[in-house]
């Protein structure tokens, strides 16, 4: 066996072990630059249903279903499954919540920030440059708050508690201290692409351009104390 199918079977049974990878580590590096490595490691997630999740904002790379396993997997009991996890329906519900919070406004900085550097790099590989990712743009939300704003809609004080338990557990979020912070999957597990118009142009698009506005008065106001201070 060649040390391509080795490196293959030692990167599929760490994600399949782990549940994901840092973007950072050597197989995640390789499994992102090197075609014929990706397609052999694709081959043989494509044998067993799976294929591998990735996308150039998110900190990390895990598996998912294939399209084509989706329907045997999700479907077999007649209802269709939000997941494979058994998540609850109120747990889904702010799985969304927690997603739109988290994940839309850090991807506006991404791409902010991405078409800024290639605005100012003003050459011709600034399409190629890393998408910044990381603690400079990724966000945050206060327990205290998201109870504030969701608690009734997403079952009360204690729901939300165990759902967030159940979240975390998954890697969904981390949770420290009252803050809500992005997990290695939040940013994988749900399809930017398909999510995130039915947000912004559906039900939750108030509730959420509130609370996102709310939080830039807050931190307008706090900016302007310090400069004052």
Known sequence: MSEQHDEAQTLIARLIAERWMPR?????RRVLVDEAFR???EQRLAACGLRLLDNPYATHIALGLASAAEEPVLGRSGQWLASNLNLPRDCIALLVVLWALLILPKRERQVAR?????????DLFGADKP????AEVEGSVQETALLADFGRQLGGKMRVNVNLGLLSRYGFIERYAGVIREGP???LALDHGVLAPRILDGALAELLAARLAEKAAATAAAAAAETKA
């Open 24 to 28: 950072g580590e050597a197989l995640a």
């Open 185 to 187: 999957l939040l940013d």
């Open 114 to 122: 991405r078409d800024n550097s290639e605005i100012q790099q003003n």
């Open 39 to 41: 397609e052999e490691v």
């Open 131 to 134: 998408i910044p990712k990381g």
